[in-house]
Structures are given as structure tokens and as C-alpha cells.
DNA sequence: ATGAAAGCGCTAACAG
DNA sequence: CTGTTAGCGCTTTCAT
């Protein structure tokens, strides 16, 4: 493995002039810079960034902790869109990702600072933890910078992206009540999703800016699982027949309120308009189509990336990124 | 941040002696482990992983080159679940995962030896590239343990996992042959692949073993691709009424076959069975849902990991993983 | 059982 | 413009 050493040897000058040429400096003669670069490339070179990132104090890499790296999260594809987001604008600087295999036994092991600092990340990026997660504490005592996903919790090193859930959720169940819906169910995700709180604060104010009551027992938790939701539903659908429309905090449970309808043979959208949330890809695929709140998570990913550079490099003061949300009307809903 | 020096003064032993209790040698007294052990929580202490990486010449970070990982290929959960399946058996053993950012115009500026040499990763994955990118060649040459995802090379630092993609499209065509079909399509994918051409013997061995004789005429290139399937299916659909099925070599290309048949008014299953390759998320999902060719793309991930840390630790002489398919009968197939 | 010293490959003062 | 020197944090002979 060539070093300097070997280009500062074989080109007659010393290691730091080497170091120089390489690095691009100016106090470096035309005719010397030449010589090291051919040098270099003749012993076909490659720079030892862990030498470097160790002198510099800075690595170059940003480190991921993604809870969905796994099989059961296949069908939602979500982790996977933020993760190309992510690594679409990481691609564009010359950063590297570090993907760190957090399985909660390890986790118990070691401390979010401790995997921070141990692979000496420059910064980080969090996505798919739950609010009682021990490392968010973490994350805001400590001074790596970092950009949350979904948690709105800031510090003068931690940011965070997210979507403007309420107005969505409130859009989603607007759009129900202007097609005459008046009792409308809520599937919410689990307590430990700052989303949770911010959809069933859109679907109040829906509901209080129509004047419509608000009512605990049409509001239920599909724990953000499909299966969850669907046993959730069949229950929910039989105690409120009242119901004529259930709004979803997420397509995977709106997906299983679809199939414990076909169970219970409520007929979707005749006897009931089902809306979800994030516009998952199967969606559109599913038979009848999801009416729902699509989100754009490629582009949460992607901002989350770029913020996080822009923190790094302190070219922000603005660590708060919203994005907005869509309605996409499909085959789930219907006018009464 | 604490180093092992601070121990060292804190403790009042060197520095020798920290790493070496840290680090759990025999040759230390259980007084002085103690106290280093004590002493190094209560500074929070956590090692540099640069520094011991450098001196011992080994990262315990295996490179990951992944195509697919791109807003474009959300629809195809392949590149997911293979990341999945390698941070599955990553995240067992203490290696973490980097994600090289491969732009097109990146990789023209660095080439695969350097990208691993520069990070120096102990091993890399590559999945995704084609048979004609000239990292192929570098990563034979080099001496950087590798394996290779879908590509059939070995050398004493090189394997790959791969699916017995011959038995795989010949049992498919089998099962077609067996529901009574005799003019049988190809849709292949591009010559870029291994795939293809294993896809395509297999096609060949099913129809050679039934008697029955191989037409060029119907076989055609999708390229992969959903549009450009579609496209292709949508002429050669029109050329040949005669057949009767059309064998894809890829799920999504079959799905472009799927909606070529809707717009030229051919029933799918009832005038023409389609067979698929891959079993997507979607497969089960579209309308008809697609008899497709299952791989089991999260195993190949895992076992790609598994094999790489084999080789990286020498505990193996197999450098081929070959994994097997399985026939998912659906809704796009029928007997005539 | 412990320590002194060297060195991994690189950058960065500081001189000249 | 270039070289000398020191040092990043760690492991590893080699003595003791």
C-alpha cells in the first residue's frame, strides 16, 4: 500500500510538500505539484482517510440510524425512501454513510454518543424511534450534530424534518366531511409516535372547525400495524355501525381496515370511505385503491441530509424543515 | 473526549497497560483491570475506532456499492430487502456498513479499488452493477475481499450468492408447458446481466425438454423495465396472436406485459397467462395478481454478508452461495 | 504484571 | 516555496 512517504520519497521531496501537492495548497510549486501527482499516480496512490479523519478530528462520514432495516417492514416502504433521499444528496458532497446495525440488543450495550464517537461520525441522522427511546435524551445532551426525523425536538446541534402532519390529517378528514361524512372514525399509531399526536390533533380540529363532536369511542390505536389495525377494526366496526368513514394515521393500518371490512363485508367505499396516511407504494395497488395523505419521503430524507451538512458546515440557524402533504383520491372514499 | 492517556494519568498506570486491560488481555491483575475498567466509565470513556483501525490495519466496516438505491426503483423492494438481509447478519457480528454514494459521475472519477482503499473497508458488497461495469474487472484484480450479488466470479478473495436462476425460469416455463401452453414468449432482460442470460437457458432447457422447438421470434428484451416491457409487449403481442403465455424475466417487466394486454384488450389469464420473476411486493398485490418465480432476495443479502465475513476471517473455502426459487401460483396463469 | 518506545499515515505549526 | 518536527489515539514489540 503506497503511502507519501513512498510518493515523498520516489519524488525527492518531503512528506509535507507531498501532503501539499496533494491537498491542492498554493505554496507549492507548479513543477513540484506535477511531479508528486504523476508520482502518485505511477504508484497508484489512494489516501488513507483514516489517518487523515484521525489528525483532522473530522470523518467525512455521517452516521444512519434507521429503525426499519428489516425484513417486516417490506411493505412500507418508507425507510427505503428516505434512505435513497438521504444517500441522493449525500452523493452530491463527498460524504460517506455509515449505517449502523442497531439491533435493540446491542443497543442496551452501547449509548447513541458511544456509536457516535466510536466511528468518529461528524454527524447523524435519526429515523423510526420512538419517543420513550433512551438515545433522544441522549441526542440533545450531547453535542453531535445531528437531524431527527419526525421528532421535533431541536438544540443548537440537532435539527429535524418532518411533515406538517396536523394540516394533513385535518385535510384527510376535511375532505371526508365535505363529502357529507359526519361520523368518522379515527385508526391512530401508537402514543409513542410524536405523528400520532399531531394526526389526532388534524382530525380534531377537522372535526371542531365543521362543528362536529368529537368522540373517544369512534378513536382507536392500530399501533401503526397492519394486523394490529385489522384486529382493532373488527371490533370498532361492529360496536359503531354508525360509522360511515374511518380515518387512518397510516396506509399500512388503513390496509388492514380494508381487509377486516371485506371480513365484516362492509363494502369499501359504498358502506364505508377509508383514508390513510403517507402514500405508501402499494396504495395505489391495492384493490379498491387508498384514498389517502401522501408524504414525500424521498424529499424528507433528502432535506434531512442537507440540513444536517448545512449544520455541519454552520451555514444555518434554521434547524426546522416542514414539508408539506397532498390528497390523493383513489377508489377508497365516496361522496353520501 | 477521553483518550486512554487521561486513563493512563487518572489511574496511574500507562498507557500500555489501559489497552491492554480494555482490551480484555490475560496479562494484566485483576486490581488494575478494575481500577481501568472503574476509571474509564467514570471519564465516559469510549475508544477511537480511527486510531485502532489504523494501527491495526482492519476497519470492521465492510463497503457496500448498491445500485438500486434511487427514487426510481421504490417500486422494486429487491435493493431493500437485500440490505435488509445484510444488516440482519451484520448487525450480529460488530461490523458497520458503509454506503458508498456511487453517482455515475463519481464512479468515473474513482475507481472501485480506491473507494474501498480510501475508507479501507475490510470487504465489500456489490450488488446491481452490469456485466460490462468496469468495477468488475478491478474487483477480480484487486485483492479486496469481496462478493458479488448475482454475478458468477470467484477468485481467492472474491464469491457471490446468486439464485439458481436457470431452474428457476425452466420450472416456470415447466409449469407453463404443463397447463397445456405451447407458443411461449420470452421476455428477457437486457445482455447486461448474468441473469438474463441464466433466465433465458432455462427457457430454452423447459421448451427442449418438452420437444418443443425454440423460436427467436419470440423472444424479446424488456431491459428491465416496466415502460420499456410494456412497449415491447405491446408490438410483440400484436405480431405473434399465436402465443398463448409469455414467460418475464422480471416481475416488473411483467407488469408492463400486464398493462400492454389491458390496452390491447387481451384478457390476462384468459387468453394469455403471464409468468413473472423475482415475487415483488406488487406481484401479490396487482389485479390479476402475478404467478411469478420467487427468489428470496433478503436470504441473498444475509447470505452475502455471511460469506463475506467467511472469507474476510478465513473460515472458508465455498466461495458460492446458490439459493434456491420457488413457484407461486396466482391469478395471471391458467390452464387451456 | 507493567512500562518505554516505536510507529500506523497523515496534517499542521513553525522555521528557514 | 520547502523541510523539520510534533502529534492525532491507539496497539505492539521488547525490556524489565
Redesign the pocket.
Known amino acids: 500500500?503506497t503511502?507519501?512517504?513512498d510518493i515523498a520519497r520516489v519524488a525527492?521531496?518531503?512528506?509535507?510538500?507531498v501532503?501539499?501537492g496533494?491537498?491542492g495548497y498554493?505554496?507549492?510549486?507548479?513543477?513540484?505539484r506535477e511531479k508528486i501527482l504523476k508520482v502518485a499516480k505511477e504508484l497508484n496512490y489512494s489516501?488513507?482517510t483514516l489517518?487523515?479523519s484521525?489528525?483532522?478530528n473530522k470523518s467525512k462520514t455521517i452516521g444512519l440510524l434507521v429503525s426499519g432495516l428489516n425484513k417486516s417492514s417490506a411493505k412500507d416502504n418508507i425507510t427505503f425512501e428516505m434512505l435513497s433521499g438521504i444517500n441522493e444528496f449525500v452523493g452530491e458532497c463527498d460524504y460517506d454513510l455509515v449505517l449502523f446495525s442497531t439491533t435493540s440488543t446491542k443497543q442496551r450495550e452501547k449509548t447513541y454518543t458511544q456509536l457516535c464517537k466510536e466511528r468518529r461520525v461528524d454527524g447523524a441522522i435519526i429515523q423510526g424511534i420512538r419517543t420513550d427511546d433512551p438515545y433522544l435524551k441522549e441526542v440533545i445532551e450531547s453535542d453531535i450534530p445531528c437531524v431527527l426525523i419526525d421528532i421535533p425536538l431541536t438544540s443548537p446541534t440537532v435539527g429535524y424534518v418532518t411533515t406538517d402532519n396536523v394540516l394533513g390529517a385535518r385535510n384527510g378528514v376535511q375532505y371526508l366531511i365535505d363529502s357529507g361524512h359526519r361520523n368518522i372514525g379515527l385508526i391512530n399509531g401508537h402514543d409513542f409516535a410524536f405523528v400520532s399526536q399531531q394526526r389526532l390533533q388534524g382530525y380534531t380540529e377537522a372535526l371542531q372547525m365543521a362543528n362536529l363532536p368529537i368522540r373517544k369511542e369512534w378513536i382507536a390505536n392500530g399501533e401503526f400495524s397492519e394486523e394490529v389495525a385489522e384486529q382493532v377494526a373488527l371490533k370498532f366496526l361492529k360496536e359503531h355501525p354508525e360509522l360511515t368513514a374511518v380515518f387512518c394515521a397510516s396506509d399500512l393500518m388503513a390496509l388492514g381496515v380494508l381487509k377486516a371490512a371485506r371480513t365484516l363485508n362492509i363494502n369499501v367505499p359504498k358502506e364505508l370511505s377509508v383514508v390513510g396516511f403517507d402514500d405508501i407504494m402499494l396504495a395505489s395497488y391495492v384493490s379498491p385503491s387508498l384514498t389517502t395523505i401522501s408524504q414525500d419521503t424521498f424529499r424528507m430524507g433528502y432535506e434531512a441530509a442537507k440540513l444536517l451538512l448545512n449544520i455541519l458546515e454552520g451555514k444555518t440557524d434554521t434547524h426546522v424543515v416542514t414539508l408539506g402533504t397532498a390528497l390523493k383520491i383513489r377508489e377508497s372514499t365516496k361522496s353520501i
Open positions: 500500500m503511502t507519501i512517504k525527492g521531496v518531503s512528506v509535507t510538500t501532503s501539499r496533494l491537498n498554493s505554496d507549492v510549486s507548479e513543477k513540484t489516501p488513507n489517518a487523515r484521525l489528525v483532522m
